[in-house]
């Protein structure tokens, strides 16, 4: 594989946004409609995938003290000044703004559905209407990818910076050869991943956080391979849960899930502070811990009813800390056998607190796999249920998992929501 190649896929994978990105791209695709309105709408209605509405129903959005897509639909009318921001248009969230969304809500103006027919698992379409004007923005295939915008019928162009789609994303990659790319890329033009695992950390300020806070507590006084593992615990489970809550602590994104990118990057960053690491030790594992999650993440697609954190990320972090530990690509095929043939069946219901669980369990699961794998031998056989007789084959293995084993459990779990919507509801 072309290294070159290899960094603009990685640079492109990588996306700032403030938030969970479900309900950040239903925002951002009422806002470009809006925006192509040119006047404040009087209705507003949003049609969804049923992947995307799972992951927008219960989540915070950040800056409004509330939840779920109708929120998000509300407030994109008034952020239709960002509309060119892209995911980043979060970051734009005033108290001013979410007061006059409100009003959107209680007057009625606003609807959000999904449909099962959508042509694509991630799909958001906007449509915004005053008098006999209308106009309509869909995104479709990545979370900023709006690949139509329409006003009074008429196809209006895209605007570029909310367009753009990661290189090739349809594009899978042998692991191994994505690995040998990534060695030839000089660890200078790689730290722009230190920057954003810093960023991500900084997520991880302990304020309005209760499991933060236990995991916090947990952390104290550990030293060596339990520092790493109650750090990466931390550091994952805390910027997750902010995220999840709706706090406005932007963070990096990773193949378009802001968890995804959290457990990746603060999975590797957490033992690499535990082991003391060199800057460029870290730097080399953060990428290893990326391309590794942006691999098996394409694997899975973008919208999956797999946990992509679980999975993917945590494939990256078992990865990223072998490269810590010294250790050989045996190793760390080893390590990510191991998360695969543990968490492989661990379902996506939907973004919420629960996810930060979900997320330091596996992040400090992985690195304790890494450790495993290199200090102990200690490894998962090859022909053991998922994991398959290479790591190739395992991969194989989950993508079969994820498209034909799991396929009923997406209407399952948005059978169990909307149960919950229900009971929740005065």
């Known amino acids: 594989m072309d290294s070159e190649k290899l960094l603009r896929i990685i640079r492109g994978e990588l996306v700032e946004t403030t938030g969970c990105t479900d309900p950040g791209a239903i925002v951002l695709a009422v806002a470009v409609a809006t925006?192509?309105?040119?006047?404040?709408?009087?209705?507003?209605?949003?049609?969804l995938s049923p992947e995307v509405y799972k992951n927008a129903v219960s989540v915070g959005i950040p800056g409004a003290g509330r939840r779920g897509a109708e929120q998000a639909a509300a407030l994109g009318v008034e952020m239709a000044g960002h509309a060119d921001e892209g995911l980043a248009i979060m970051n734009r969230v005033t108290a001013e703004k979410v007061a006059a969304s409100l009003t959107h809500l209680e007057q009625g103006r606003v609807r959000v559905g999904y449909a099962g027919d959508c042509p694509d698992k991630l799909y958001i379409q906007a449509r915004v209407r005053v008098g006999m004007e209308e106009a309509l923005a869909v995104i479709q295939g990545d979370y900023d990818a709006v690949s139509r915008l329409e006003r009074n019928g008429r196809e209006l162009p895209l605007t570029p910076g909310v367009s753009?789609?990661?290189?090739?994303l349809a594009e899978t990659f042998d692991i191994e050869e994505a690995l040998d790319a990534l060695e030839r890329i000089p660890v200078d033009e790689l730290e722009f991943l230190l920057r954003a695992a810093e960023m991500n950390k900084a997520a991880t300020?302990?304020?309005?956080?209760?499991?933060?806070?236990?995991?916090?507590?947990?952390?104290?006084?550990?030293?060596?391979?339990?520092?790493?593992?109650?750090?990466g615990k931390l550091y994952t489970g805390a910027a997750v849960e902010a995220r999840m809550c709706g706090l406005?602590?932007?963070?990096t994104a990773i193949a378009g899930s802001g968890n995804i990118g959290i457990i990746a990057l603060l999975g590797v960053l957490g033992a690499g502070e535990g082991l003391e690491a060199s800057r460029e030790k870290l730097i080399r594992a953060l990428a290893v811990s990326t391309v590794v999650t942006i691999t098996v993440k394409r694997i899975l697609t973008r919208m999956t009813n797999v946990c992509g954190c679980t999975v993917a990320g945590a494939s990256g972090v078992a990865a990223g800390t072998v490269s810590l530990l010294g250790g050989s690509r045996a190793r760390m095929d080893e390590a990510i056998q191991a998360v695969l043939g543990a968490f492989s069946g661990v379902v996506c219901?939907?973004?919420k607190e629960s996810c930060a669980y979900k997320a330091s369990a596996t992040a400090g699961?992985?690195?304790e796999y890494a450790f495993f794998a290199v200090g102990d031998g200690v490894a998962i056989p090859p022909g053991m249920g998922v994991v398959g007789s290479t790591l190739a084959q395992t991969l194989a293995n989950l993508g079969k998992l994820n498209?034909?084993?799991?396929?009923?459990?997406?209407?399952?779990?948005?059978?169990?929501?909307?149960?919950?919507?229900k009971e929740r509801r005065p």
């Open 35 to 47: 925006q192509a309105l040119g006047r404040t709408p009087g209705d507003v209605e949003v049609v």
């Open 248 to 251: 406005v602590r932007p963070i």
């Open 205 to 231: 300020d302990l304020k309005d956080l209760r499991f933060g806070g236990a995991l916090a507590g947990m952390a104290e006084g550990l030293t060596g391979r339990h520092a790493c593992v109650a750090l």
């Open 349 to 351: 219901d939907g973004a």
């Open 365 to 367: 699961s992985a690195i």
């Open 403 to 421: 498209e034909q084993g799991m396929r009923e459990v997406g209407s399952c779990i948005l059978e169990i929501i909307k149960t919950n919507q």
């Open 164 to 168: 753009a789609t990661p290189e090739a």
